[in-house]
């Protein structure tokens, strides 16, 4: 399905907006994601640090697993927004491997501009994926 320019601009605001909502005592560092499944449904999420630091949990990974625990596992595109258009991390790379190799990935600042595009694969070539997990000899 083809995403229109104004469907990627108005997930960068969502994730721009959610960034409000960050958690983040520590970095002073809020990030935002929004997900739409193919479902069309979307999902925020922002990153929630903890005074334990490594217990912090990116916002990509909570816009992931609140759809998944919604019974959504085929997502379509994600938009990340930060201060300055950082990229995600890699452990937020691995879980989207898991769900989506083909999904999109915006990357957003925060005057709620679209710094790059690009997508999970190219995030993460050669990504251990679930058909890798063979048990047998
Ligand atoms: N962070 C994310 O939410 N997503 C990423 O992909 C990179 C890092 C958060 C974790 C922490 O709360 C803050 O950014 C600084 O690392």
Known sequence: MTITNEEKQSLIDLANEARRRAYVPYSNYPVGAALRT???RIFTGVNVENAA???TMC??????FKA???????FE???VVTN????PCG???QVMA???LDMVVLFGNGKGELVKETSVNELLPGAFVPKHLVTEI
């Open 59 to 64: 916002a990509e990974r909570v816009a992931i």
């Open 38 to 40: 193919k479902t069309g």
């Open 98 to 100: 898991e769900f989506a």
């Open 91 to 93: 452990g937020c790379r």
């Open 53 to 55: 630091y490594p217990q």
């Open 68 to 74: 998944v625990s919604e019974g959504e596992t085929e």
């Open 84 to 87: 300055n258009g950082g990229s």
């Open 77 to 79: 595109i994600i938009a």
